[in-house]
């Protein structure tokens, strides 16, 4: 089975409207022809004017959280119906930042990740293990416990993207091997077909994320378990398209 791969710029807590929309307006003529599925996902204010843009392209918008609950006392908090209603497409759920810094559990990355589902979304699911886990020998344990309890019982898994993102490659220029990153979205898929069967573990898109460039996509994308990017820093700038265009090259 192919797997259309699915390439997405996390910008992170970067761009104000304005930057925002100078970025898209440069992207979007380079990513025209792209073959990848195309995400951007900038800060919550940017997005009505991210949508607003992008509509008739081929670029897909998406948050970079959501709350489970509908509406309510949620101070601060954004709904994935709010997103929805905005034509927000996807939405990245437990990014490694959100996990180390605003407290979020495997239990909470399940109920937004179903959220997200149920609200026709395509939830980009995060996993990774940290510095110490990987050279304590445990990087596998943690990414398997991840998925099992971030991933259980959904009812189409196939419509999740998993991101593997090692914490220690994250934003400090150092990427997973090749092999690494290979191997541990392996661990993902295997971990899937166990819940879920062959089928589903088959036809789940799983990105690598930790200092992607326009230097180190192309064999990233020759590897077999890997079918995207999750990308920081590099979808900041106009080269983001590079690395959109990883096999124009
Ligand atoms: P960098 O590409 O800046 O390492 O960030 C990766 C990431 O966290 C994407 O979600």
């Not at 994250?170 to 997973?176: P, S, Y």
């Amino acid at each position: 089975m192919s797997r259309t791969p699915i390439i997405a710029g996390n910008w992170k807590m970067n761009k104000d409207v304005k930057a925002a929309n100078e970025l898209i307006t440069a992207l979007i003529p380079l990513v025209k022809d792209a073959t990848c599925e195309c995400v951007f996902c900038p800060p919550y204010i940017d997005l009505p004017e991210a949508v607003h843009l992008t509509k008739d392209t081929n670029i897909g918008i998406g948050a970079q959280n959501m709350h489970w609950e509908d509406h309510g006392a949620f101070t601060g908090e954004i709904a994935g119906e709010m997103l929805k209603a905005l034509g927000v497409k996807y939405v990245i759920i437990g990014h490694s930042e959100r996990r180390q810094y605003f407290a979020e559990t495997d239990e909470t990355v399940n109920m937004k990740t179903k959220k997200a589902l149920e609200l026709d979304m395509t939830p980009i699911t995060c996993c990774g293990e940290t510095l110490e886990e990987r050279e304590s020998g445990k990087a596998q344990e943690i990414v398997v416990n991840q998925i099992k309890n971030g991933l259980k019982d959904i009812k189409d898994i196939t419509k999740v993207v998993v991101a593997y993102e090692p914490i220690w490659a994250i934003g400090t220029g150092k990427t997973a091997s090749n092999a690494e990153a290979n191997e541990a979205c392996g661990w993902v898929r295997k971990t899937i077909q166990e819940m879920y069967g062959e089928d589903a573990a088959e036809a789940v898109r799983i990105q690598y994320g930790g200092s992607v460039k326009p230097s180190n996509i192309v064999e990233l994308m020759e590897e077999p378990e890997i079918d995207g990017a999750l990308v920081g820093g590099a979808s900041l700038t106009a080269d983001f398209a590079q690395i959109v265009n990883y096999d124009k090259k």
